[in-house]
């Protein structure tokens, strides 16, 4: 096909997989000379794309699947990169038939591998790897930088931290959607016990009685911000932290935009199934133990199949400890 002038990238969720599409916008807008970059996906992710200068326009989608596609038609774009592959984007492009190129899920061999516990079936690439593989037949080279996110509003850390924690402190992200990607409260302890640095909790108003018991049990060390910021000032604290711990969560991996040392710790999912560990981070730790349960599920669950939540209560917390005092 000729070189596209106007290009859709599409992904609708979630929090982690956008992020990941970034380095696909990027190396789109620097490589292909004059082409709009358009990026579509639910309203409620903006915050990733809003102040992203390789985005040319950020779309969302509409009630209804036929406004959506309404409004591809009147932007009459010449290419469709379509990163979420589901029944949505299925229609959009049969509907629209402008050209494309789809993702592959793979989503057989992961239902294996999660069944069976097949490791060999297991991505052996990232998932932004496997993103590019979308782009690669425009001459579009992936340029091994790490992802994008662009914080909104200038803020002062004397404003969100206390005198004591304002030098160099850890951030640790206590936040996760479900259970079984959370290290219980008392394994957090035991680590934040071990940390020699200020520590700064992060996470929303959801996980704010944690981060209490937790800073009752260590002291001082710990400063909580839990329901007292918003994402945006969570994100400039990650980038003002001499390194990070965190789950496999979204805020754990927007860390990786300002290349930051993290401790990325798993229980129940896994990164080799799901392809998301630190992506081009020079200083990272992955964290979990080799169970025959594990991974238990691709997203998370509410508790443990089995009871036992074995893959975080016998996670040594002492590496994340020494990684964390390095």
């Known amino acids: 096909m000729s070189i596209p002038k106007k290009i859709l990238v599409i992904r609708f969720s979630s929090m982690g997989d956008i992020i990941y599409t970034t380095p696909v ?4 807008k620097l490589q292909i000379p004059g082409c709009e970059v358009h990026f579509l996906t639910k309203e409620q992710f903006k915050y990733i794309y809003q102040q992203n200068p ?9 009630p209804t699947l036929a406004e959506t596609i309404r409004d591809i038609k009147a932007e009459k774009f010449d290419l469709i990169i379509d990163l979420h592959n589901n029944l949505r984007t299925t229609i959009i492009k049969l509907s629209t038939r402008i050209p494309s190129s789809t ?19 297991f991505s052996k690439d990232h998932l932004v790897d496997r993103y ?10 992936n340029d091994n930088k790490p992802i994008d996110y662009y914080i909104a509003k200038e ?24 259970f079984t990607k959370r290290l219980p409260n ?43 910021t918003n994402l945006d000032q969570s994100v400039f604290l990650v980038s003002k932290a001499h390194k990070v711990i965190g789950f496999d969560t979204g805020l754990t991996h927007i860390a ?18 799901l392809g998301v560990y630190p992506y081009k981070i020079k ?44």
């Open 186 to 228: 008392h394994k957090i302890i035991e680590i934040c016990k071990g940390i020699n640095l200020p520590i700064v909790l992060l996470g929303g108003n959801d996980v704010k009685d944690n981060a209490e018991e937790i800073k009752l049990a260590v002291g001082d060390n710990i400063y909580s911000t839990c329901g007292l």
């Open 54 to 62: 390789y985005l040319t326009k950020l779309h969302f989608l509409k």
């Open 103 to 121: 993702y592959k899920k793979d989503t057989v061999k992961k239902w294996l591998a999660l069944k069976f516990k097949w490791t060999s079936l």
């Open 283 to 326: 200083n990272s730790l992955l964290a979990g133990i080799d169970l025959a349960c594990r991974p238990c599920s691709k997203f998370g669950l509410e508790q443990c199949p089995l009871g036992h939540f074995d893959c975080m209560e016998k996670l040594p917390g002492e590496i994340i400890v020494n990684f964390s005092n390095e």
């Open 256 to 273: 990786e935009a300002f290349d930051k040392p993290i401790a990325s710790i798993w229980g129940g999912t896994t990164p080799e199934l």
């Open 132 to 141: 590019l593989e979308t782009v690669k037949f425009l001459g579009v080279k």
């Open 25 to 28: 916008i990027r190396c789109l």
């Open 155 to 178: 803020y002062q850390i004397r404003d969100l931290l206390p005198v004591t924690h304002q030098e160099k402190f850890v951030a640790f992200v206590i936040g996760a959607t479900h």
